[in-house]
């Protein structure tokens, strides 16, 4: 079901609100927020520069940084006493980033989320269990808002003790999973463990999932292990939390709010705005958010547009899945790699679990990477020949594909660590060294 007509305007409108809401949004920011007066004065700009879409591209980007350098409230444009709700990305090294919600901020956020996640094929009808972390975390709340706003029931189990996590999709006939995509393939391990063929044996129809990345291949897997129809949805806590875009099911990319976020894809080492369709780093302009105004975020996500109307009827822009963040690329003795692409050979190969480290170090002065992965069946383990058979298939496709021959260890079924949340999936062991 499409849940706004905003999803199914021409081009023209679209554009013509944006530009609206651009205006007003550039203005309000220049007002309120000391850093963006700054970053215009040193651009030499003024806020009635801005006139077109195209004049976008001369507004400063905003990074993580500025959220860093400014943390907790520098980058709110009121006080935070006139705030009803704050969140905050976890953030692995340093400040997190902080960010705050007027009434109007969650009410955008809230029709966002329905939109998406009426795209996704989830209707008033449904159950849904969120097994995403509640607390700062964007992700839980935002998800749990939209699907009430859609008249969908919420179980909101959070993450964490997994067997409980299948017991209650069981028993009480949940529809709707919502989890990071690792998360989910890993429940159904548990799920089969437990003694229970999750798509035959219980009634999970729909995975809703973001967070992080996921490849076709993964997408694969959910869909036979749960018997359901998977999407993913993107956002980031920067710019509202999930909602900036979701996939429908004719899988063809995520559609965006284009009536609440502008989005451009720029080349990561000039910032020079791409043509569309050209893969690159998307930067996101929201125009609604008055508790926490951003112009330009630099997400560090690597995606390409595609405004044509999609075959589901909705007319908004759709980006591609993202295929690497411009600052998680590996180089691995002078060649590019993303974790991605080492997915996605995996899950193409039979025998192989979906769990997997990239462990990269330096042996000398060489880099070298080497690939733990589950085995599904333990016994091959046992028989020399066939392991090394896999290795070198695995090794194989990888050298096909990368252009290097990473090593390659087989291992016990569940042997890995598994996260409730994000999946860490790298372990550079020379970022360790330099420093
Ligand atoms: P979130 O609640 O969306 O995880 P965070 O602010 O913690 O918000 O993290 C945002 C980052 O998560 C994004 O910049 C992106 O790298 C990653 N992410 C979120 N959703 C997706 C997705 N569907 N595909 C790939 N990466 C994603
Ligand atoms: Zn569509």
Redesign the pocket.
């Known amino acids: 079901m499409i849940w706004s007509t905003k999803e199914t305007l021409d081009r023209e409108q679209i554009q013509r609100i944006q530009l609206k809401r651009l205006k007003k949004t550039v203005k309000y920011a220049y007002k309120k927020v000391p850093l963006y007066r700054k970053k215009f004065h040193d651009a030499g700009l003024d806020p009635r520069d801005i006139q077109s879409l195209d004049d976008l591209k001369k507004i400063p980007f905003t990074t993580k940084e500025d959220f860093r350098n400014n943390y907790p409230f520098g980058m709110f444009a009121i006080p935070k006493e006139k705030c009803v709700r704050f969140h905050a990305?976890?953030g692995t090294t340093g400040n997190p980033?902080v960010v705050g919600y007027t009434r109007h901020d969650l009410e955008v956020w809230t029709e966002c989320m329905a939109r998406l996640i009426s795209a996704a094929g989830v209707t008033d009808r449904d159950t849904a269990q969120i097994s995403f972390g509640y607390g700062l975390?964007?992700?839980a709340l935002?998800l749990h808002q939209g699907l009430q706003r859609i008249g969908a029931g919420v179980v909101p189990l959070s993450s964490g003790n997994s067997k409980r996590q299948i017991k209650m999709l069981k028993d009480f006939g949940t529809t709707t999973l919502i989890a990071t995509p690792s998360y989910a393939l890993h429940l159904v391990e548990v799920a089969r463990a437990m003694g229970i063929n999750p798509a035959e044996e219980l009634n999970v129809r729909h995975g809703l999932?973001?967070?992080?990345?996921?490849t076709e291949a993964m997408r694969t897997k959910l869909n036979e292990g749960w018997g359901m129809q998977a999407t993913?949805?993107?956002?980031?806590?920067?710019l509202i939390?999930?909602s900036v875009s979701g996939e429908c099911l004719e899988y063809k990319g995520?559609h965006i709010c284009e009536d609440y976020f502008i989005a451009e894809v720029i080349n990561p080492e000039t910032g020079e705005v791409l043509p569309e369709g050209e893969y690159g780093e998307l930067v996101i302009t929201p125009l609604f958010k008055e508790a926490v105004p951003v112009l330009r975020y630099r997400?560090?996500?690597i995606t390409a547009l595609d405004s044509k109307p999609c075959t589901c009827g909705r007319t908004t822009m759709r980006m591609a899945?993202?295929t690497g963040?411009a600052d998680d690329m590996l180089i691995i003795s002078g060649v590019n790699v993303f974790p991605s692409q080492i997915e996605e050979v995996l899950l193409s190969i039979d025998g192989i679990g979906s769990n997997y480290m990239i462990n990269v170090d330096k042996k000398g002065y060489l880099d070298k990477m080497d690939i733990d992965v589950e085995v599904i069946d333990s016994n091959l383990l046992d028989s020399v020949s066939s392991l090394e058979n896999l290795q070198n298939t695995i090794k194989n496709q990888m050298h096909a594909v990368l252009g290097i021959h990473p090593g390659i260890h087989l291992v016990e079924p569940f042997s890995l660590k598994r996260s409730e949340g994000?999946a860490k999936r790298v372990n550079d062991m020379r970022k360790l060294k330099e420093d």
Do not use: A, L, Q, V
């Not at 993913?232 to 920067?238: K, V």
């Open positions: 990305s976890s980033t975390f964007t992700g935002g999932f973001g967070g992080e990345g996921s993913e949805n993107y956002g980031m806590t920067e939390g999930p995520m997400t560090r996500d899945k993202i963040r994000k």
